[in-house]
Nanobody, 115 residues
Framework: QVQLVESGGGLVQAGGSLRLSCAASGSVVRINDMAWYRQAPGKQRALVGV???????HYVDSVKGRFTISRDVAKSALYLQMSSLKPEDTAVYYC?????????WGQGTQVTVSS
């Protein structure tokens, strides 16, 4: 199991920005496709975006142009830069492998966007 620790969430007004971080044990960020997921209240966990082992990024339509995934291979860290935040972005955000298999989920980080 790979340990994943998310941080950086908080309360922000609509239109604001936040940068989330994910610290991963080992060198998984360098050699695996990784992703950010989110779980909104009352909804299932859903994919936000992916960064491949080659560094390419892909996003779901609802966050395209607003969210950016990056990584620091040396630190084995994953980042999610979120801008132009909307109330519907309110969720607990997680990082994990893509596609998701059986690795444990971290505690996530809560993002709350007020209108």
């Amino acid at each position: 199991q790979v340990q994943l620790v998310e941080s950086g969430g908080g309360l922000v007004q609509a239109g604001g920005s936040l940068r989330l971080s994910c610290a991963a044990s080992g060198s998984v960020v360098r050699i695996n496709d990784m992703a950010w997921y989110r779980q909104a209240p009352g909804k299932q966990r859903a994919l936000v975006g992916v960064i491949t082992s080659g560094g390419r990024t892909h996003y779901v339509d609802s966050v395209k142009g607003r969210f950016t995934i990056s990584r620091d291979v040396a630190k084995s860290a994953l980042y999610l830069q979120m801008s132009s935040l909307k109330p519907e972005d309110t969720a607990v955000y997680y990082c994990n492998f893509f596609p998701y298999g059986s690795n444990s989920w971290g505690q996530g980080t809560q993002v709350t966007v007020s209108s």
